[in-house]
């Protein structure tokens, strides 16, 4: 069952998933879903605080992943390549289960308050990035514009994973938005 | 008074604005709004949907300014001088008034809701940027990044802006931003 593993907290949130497909997120309930996972709406708050953070819960993981990943890049990579570091790591993350991944982007996507939470989520990110570059001894100024800038890649690459078709795996695509954000930069 | 001009609506936003700084945005009522520019609560619904309204009014104008000076901007600029362009009209739009932006910028940073409302306007900003390129003929993938660059410059930009002691002009900074911007993704 892989990410979907048999324990309760991963039948909550497949019900949850599923729940928030079906009828959206508005409109589901935390009894739902317990039902749903053949649960008690209790066992539910002992895993999450609300029915959102079935959606967010995995994003300080993420964040710490990708955050530590910059902090131990090599000391010879430039800020941009130590804010790539951490983004290929952020692969690993999410790669094994796509679909939950793209589920989940489905559900964000169709509610703007959930989509607001998700800005934020990435503002968080690129502040902790930004933070751990100037951990390394990257300036203010220039930390806060790598990690800018790898949030900008990391949103492009992961709108183009959700939509791919596995062709091209999370770090071609990380280094080809790279690559084609340099490019729109350079230019004029 | 500039900006703050006698009439029921610049006299509720500056009373707004007193009070979000005076007891924080949360604790401030409507009714204590009105009663500050000593109007009625009825008045206040004539010109504002609630009190966060006050604050962010002025978001659909300055896309509207932004995205129209990029649709604008000579064909032989390339995508991100078009964006450069549309950033530097945004400068008019609160250069003439800087204690009110950075009253309405410190009340926004103080709020945890406010901030994520910010960020939803600036991610709208840069859809809508990112359509205006792409009526000047770029390809989305180019249109989203150098509107996303867009963005991460206005941010920069605008925190100098706000935190600086009117040295350097709008203009300035913005240029000053994605010169830096584009030293960080050259390096490595």
């Known amino acids: 069952m892989g990410r979907w593993g048999p324990d309760a907290r991963s039948r909550l949130e497949r019900a949850a998933m599923e729940l928030y497909t079906l009828h959206g997120f508005e409109q589901t309930t935390v009894a739902e879903i317990s039902g749903r996972a053949g649960l008690t ?13 079935v959606l967010f819960r995995g994003a300080g993981t993420l964040q710490e992943l990708i955050v530590s990943a910059v902090m131990n890049a090599p000391a ?33 996507n169709a509610n703007p308050e959930l989509q607001a939470r998700e800005l934020s989520k990435l503002a968080a990110l690129g502040a902790a990035v930004a933070d751990g570059l100037q951990q390394r001894g990257v300036p203010a100024a220039a930390a806060g514009l790598a990690a800018e800038s790898g949030v900008v890649v990391f949103r492009t690459a992961f709108e183009r994973w959700i939509a791919g078709t596995g062709e091209k795996d999370w770090s071609q695509l990380v280094h080809e938005s790279l690559c084609e954000l340099r490019a729109v930069l350079a230019a004029g």
């Open 76 to 108: 010879s990579e430039s800020p941009v390549q130590a804010v790539v570091t951490g983004l290929e790591v952020a692969g690993a993350y999410f790669q094994g289960s796509p679909e939950r991944a793209r589920t989940r982007w489905n559900i964000i």
């Open 41 to 53: 709406e209790r066992t539910f708050f002992r895993h999450f605080a609300d029915k959102r953070e």
